[in-house]
């Protein structure tokens, strides 16, 4: 599906609401550039995360911890000035928000006015309310991020599924609403049983938005880097690949470093 400039209408926190209302489900998908935030908007994504995910996929990292604010403020303004019509939310990156909330509100205030960006993300619940708090005070949306939630890492020690037992599900479901009744307008679910999703998603009004969370919340979110297979390495039961860009983009420029060798590229035509 590919949008048109005349029909676009820049999506809104109060259209992602409406969305869950009339369950329609809300696509999401991460960028951190500006011609894949291009492409991904102009395709007809809903909401564009610049995740901290930048830091595995953009920078190499093992972990999202390394990535800094300037590097997602970085991020963040690529994508933006790529975008007509999608909603793009900003992770606060790891060590921005954690402190107190004076902290995590000038983190935000950085992240809003130096990249344009239409709301944040933060990952945890109780612990972080009065952060999330003082950001919407400010009146900056808020996302929040429950179950396999990736700053965390050390604590948990692996990457499997959240939740499953009944104390920490219990715990995810006080948690989302909290993070209803303080006013966020999303909340992201990663990586937790289909059915503790499904429970959340009924019981909350905010649009539920999964990864690994499976078929019944409000919307989905991949990593754009896993879905298009640029990566190879990282395949979770989750993701769907809808391309083969690894082979794709090798191919291509096996064929390009042929034609340079066998002095085939530039030709007369490709020449001044
Ligand atoms: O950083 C990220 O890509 C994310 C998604 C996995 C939701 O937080």
Same mark, same amino acid.
């Given at each position: 599906?590919?949008?048109?400039?005349?029909?676009?209408?820049?999506?809104?926190?109060?259209?992602?609401?409406?969305?869950?209302?009339?369950?329609?489900?809300?696509?999401?998908?991460?960028?951190?550039?500006?011609?894949?935030?291009?492409?991904?908007?102009?395709?007809?994504?809903?909401?564009?995360?610049?995740?901290?995910?930048?830091?595995?996929?953009?920078?190499?990292?093992?972990?999202?911890?390394?990535?800094?604010?300037?590097?997602?403020?970085?991020?963040?303004?690529?994508?933006?000035?790529?975008?007509?019509?999608?909603?793009?939310?900003?992770?606060?990156?790891?060590?921005?928000?954690?402190?107190?909330?004076?902290?995590?509100?000038?983190?935000?205030?950085?992240?809003?006015?130096?990249? &344009?960006?239409?709301? #944040?993300?933060?990952?945890?619940?109780?612990?972080? %309310? /009065?952060?999330?708090? *003082?950001? !919407?005070?400010?009146?900056?949306?808020?996302?929040?991020?429950?179950?396999?939630?990736?700053?965390?890492?050390?604590?948990?020690?692996?990457?499997?599924?959240?939740?499953?037992?009944?104390?920490?599900?219990?715990?995810?479901?006080?948690?989302?609403?909290?993070?209803?009744?303080?006013?966020?307008?999303?909340?992201?679910?990663?990586?937790?049983?289909?059915?503790?999703?499904?429970?959340?998603?009924?019981?909350?009004?905010?649009?539920?938005?999964?990864?690994?969370?499976?078929?019944?919340?409000? &919307?989905?979110?991949? #990593?754009?880097?896993?879905?298009?297979?640029?990566? %190879? /390495?990282?395949?979770? *039961?989750? !993701?769907?690949?809808?391309?083969?860009?690894?082979?794709?983009?090798?191919?291509?420029?096996?064929?390009?470093?042929?034609?340079?060798?066998?002095?085939?590229?530039?030709?007369?035509?490709?020449?001044?």
């Amino acid at each position: 599906m590919s949008v048109h400039k005349s029909d676009l209408k820049k999506v809104t926190t109060h259209q992602l609401q409406n969305m869950k209302e009339r369950g329609e489900k809300i696509s999401m998908l991460t960028a951190y550039d500006y011609s894949m935030a291009t492409i991904l908007d102009a395709a007809g994504v809903d909401v564009l995360l610049v995740g901290d995910s930048a830091s595995n996929v953009m920078a190499g990292h093992e972990t999202t911890l390394p990535i800094t604010l300037d590097q997602m403020i970085y991020h963040a303004s690529s994508v933006i000035r790529g975008v007509n019509r999608a909603f793009v939310v900003v992770d606060l990156p790891f060590g921005s928000y954690q402190g107190n909330s004076s902290e995590a509100l000038r983190s935000t205030i950085r992240i809003m006015k130096e990249s &344009g960006a239409h709301g #944040v993300k933060l990952e945890g619940g109780a612990e972080i %309310k /009065e952060s999330i708090i *003082r950001i !919407l005070s400010a009146g900056v949306p808020v996302m929040g991020h429950l179950g396999l939630t990736p700053q965390s890492i050390y604590k948990f020690g692996t990457y499997t599924v959240r939740a499953k037992e009944e104390v920490e599900a219990q715990k995810l479901i006080d948690d989302a609403l909290l993070l209803q009744a303080l006013g966020c307008f999303a909340i992201v679910l990663e990586k937790i049983p289909s059915e503790l999703a499904k429970r959340v998603a009924e019981k909350l009004e905010i649009p539920i938005i999964g990864i690994g969370a499976g078929p019944h919340v409000d &919307g989905q979110v991949l #990593v754009v880097h896993d879905m298009l297979g640029i990566n %190879k /390495e990282f395949k979770p *039961r989750f !993701l769907r690949r809808y391309a083969d860009m690894h082979s794709i983009m090798t191919d291509a420029v096996q064929n390009y470093v042929k034609d340079v060798k066998s002095k085939d590229f530039p030709n007369d035509k490709e020449a001044y």
